[in-house]
Structures are given as C-alpha cells and as structure tokens.
C-alpha cells in the first residue's frame, strides 16, 4: 500500500544561500525505519527534480528519530539573488512530503 510522507512525517525547511536543509520527522518513532529505508538522498533528489541541480545528501539521526537532507544549488542562487516567490525553500518542505513510499 502506498501512502504520502504527510501520513506518517512532517517536515522543516532552512536554508543558507544556494542549500536548502530539509528534515523528514515521523510522528511515530516506529516509522523512522521505513522512511530510512525508502527516502534515500537518490529519492528526495527524484522527488525535487528541476529544483534541486546539486548534489542531495541524507544525515540519518536515529536518536530523535529524524533524517536531515541538504541539498545544493537549490534556491536559484540563494535569498539575496533569486527572483522566486519562495526564496528560503520553505514550500520545498511540503513538495518532499507528497513523496509516496510503500506502507
């Protein structure tokens, strides 16, 4: 069964210039394993595609349980030089949760 990341996480954005950092949070403790097992850095980048032209890397931190991705050249060069409505990324965060993963 599919479900979308909404269903089981939430989501915050950051950035710092031209990186965005997005976190993946399960509101269940025992759901950590299956987004660690699924939404791979390949996958965020997949999901971003056409926003995020950089690399994508995945932090795992079991102890909170969260996952942390930071993505490069993101932020069409940054806050102080990109004429996009959304300069900071924050709406990036809610484009990763329509991400759909097997439940």
Do not use: W
């Amino acid at each position: 069964m599919k479900t979308k990341l909404y269903d089981i996480a939430h989501s915050r954005a950051g950035d710092k210039g031209n990186t965005l950092t997005l976190s993946l949070i399960p509101y269940l403790a025992e759901d950590y394993h299956l987004l660690c097992e699924q939404v791979t850095a390949e996958a965020v980048k997949k999901q971003l595609q056409g926003i995020v032209a950089g690399e994508v890397t995945r932090y795992e931190l079991p102890n909170l349980p969260a996952l942390n991705f930071v993505c490069k050249q993101a932020l069409m060069g940054g806050v102080t030089i990109s004429l996009t409505m959304d300069t900071h990324g924050k709406s990036l965060s809610y484009a990763l949760l329509e991400m759909e993963i097997e439940k």
